[in-house]
C-alpha cells in the first residue's frame, strides 16, 4: 500500500518536472546578467565574469554562504562530542604506500589548492574549489596517520581571522565608497588579465579559501575522530 | 533523434535523477540510503539549474583572450553558474550535518532502520 | 558528438538507480561518486568550467569520503 502511493507520488512529481522541459529552449540572458556581461571587465578588471559574479556583484550572498557553512560544520561538531555510547574505533596502522604517499603528496596537493584560490579571477577556480583540494590534502594526512590530530587552536585561530578579514575589507568598502564590499576605490584596479588586478576581489578569494579549507579539514576530523580518546598536542578539543 | 538538442537530453537526465533520488528516498528504510537519495536528489537539481540557464553554441564565461573581451555577447550568462556554485557548497554542509546525526542516531540505539524512530523523545 | 553525451547520461541515470537498489553500502555510496563525476563532465560541456571543477572536487571528492566515514562508524561490532 505505501509503495502504491510512492509511485503515485513519482509519476505525479515525474509529469509536473516534464512539463519544464519546452522552458529549456535556450534564451537570451536576462537585462541584469547582459549588465553583468557588458560591463564586468571595466568594473572589476577580472576575466572569470563567475568569480566577479560571486564576489562583488553578489558578495553578500557568499558572506551567507560562508556563514552558512560555519553554523553546518559547528552543527556537526556539536552532534559529535564526546559521551558514552559514541565508542572509539579500533584503528589498524595503516600500509607503507600511503603513509609514503601522504607524505609525498601532502605539500604539492596544499601548494596546488593555494594556486587555484590565488588565481580565482583569471581562469575557472577559486576559494571553494581551491578549499576542497586543501581539505582533501589534510584528509590524506589523516588517514595516513590515524592518531594525528589537527591543532586546534591554530586551525580556529586562522578560520576565525579570514571570517574577521572578510566583513572588515566589506567594512572598508562601506567607509571609502558608501556600499558594503564595493569593489571601486579601495585597492587599485590594475590592468585586465594580470595576476594583482581585481581590486579586491582577489583579496576577499583568498580569504574565503582559507576559511573554506579549514573548516572542510576540521569537519574531516571530527567526523572520523571524535569520541575517540587520545593524547593531544596542542589546543583543547 | 532528430530535434534531440542537448538541452533536452540534459534537462531529462536532471528529471530522471531528481525522480529516482526521490524514489529511493520513500522505499528505503536504511538511514543511510535515505541521505544518499538526498544527495542524488540535490545532483539533479543543480544539473536543472545550470542547464537551464546554459546555450549552446556559447562559450564559458571567461574572458581571457583579445576577441572573447571585444564582443561579450558570446558568453553564456554567468548568474545561475554562481548559484549553483553556492548551491554545491551548501550541499555538502547540509549532507555532513544530516550523517552526523545518523551517526549520532546509530549510538544511541544501535540500529538503522527508521521505523524504530517513531518516538519524538529520545 | 552527442554520442558521448547520450552515453555519459545513460551512465548517470544507471548508476543513480544502481546507487538506490544495492543491498552493499559501501558500492551505493561509490556510484553516488561515479554520479557526481559524470555530471561534472555534463557541466563542462554546457560550458560552465567553474561549476564542473567544484562538483568534481566536492561532490565526487568530499562528499563520498563523508559517506565512507559515516559508513565506518555505524557498521555494527562482530564479536
Known sequence: MKHVFSLVLLLVMGGMLWNLIPLGQPTEPGEVASHYIQHGIEENRGANLVTSVIVNYRGFDTLGEVTVLFLSVAGAGFVLRRREGLEPQVARPSSEILQTGARMLFAPLIVFGAYIFVHGHLSPGGGFQGGAVVASAVMLLLLADRDHRLPHGFMSLLESFAGLAFVLVGLAGLLVAGSFLSNQGVLPLGTWNRLFSGGVIPVIYILVGLKVGTELSVLLETMMNSGRPAEHTGGEK | ?122 | MIYLDLLICLVTVLAGVAAMRSQNLVSAAVMVGVVSLMVSYLFLRMGAPDVAMTEAAIGAGLSTLIFLIAIRRTEEEEG
Open chain 2, 1 to 122: 533523434m532528430n530535434n534531440l538538442t542537448p538541452s533536452t537530453l540534459y534537462l531529462a537526465t536532471a528529471i530522471a535523477l531528481i525522480v529516482v533520488g526521490f524514489a529511493g528516498l520513500l522505499v528505503r528504510r536504511n538511514l543511510l540510503k535515505m541521505v544518499l537519495g538526498f544527495a542524488l536528489v540535490d545532483t539533479g537539481i543543480h544539473l536543472l539549474i545550470a542547464t537551464l540557464g546554459s546555450s549552446p553554441g556559447k562559450s564559458a564565461p571567461i574572458l581571457n583572450t583579445a576577441e572573447l573581451a571585444a564582443d561579450p555577447g558570446l558568453v553564456v550568462d554567468p548568474v545561475p553558474q554562481a548559484l549553483v556554485l553556492t548551491a554545491i557548497v551548501i550541499g555538502l554542509g547540509v549532507t555532513a550535518l544530516m550523517l552526523a546525526y545518523v551517526v549520532r542516531l546509530f549510538a544511541l540505539k544501535k540500529t538503522l532502520d527508521v521505523s524504530e524512530f517513531g518516538r519524538l523523545k529520545w
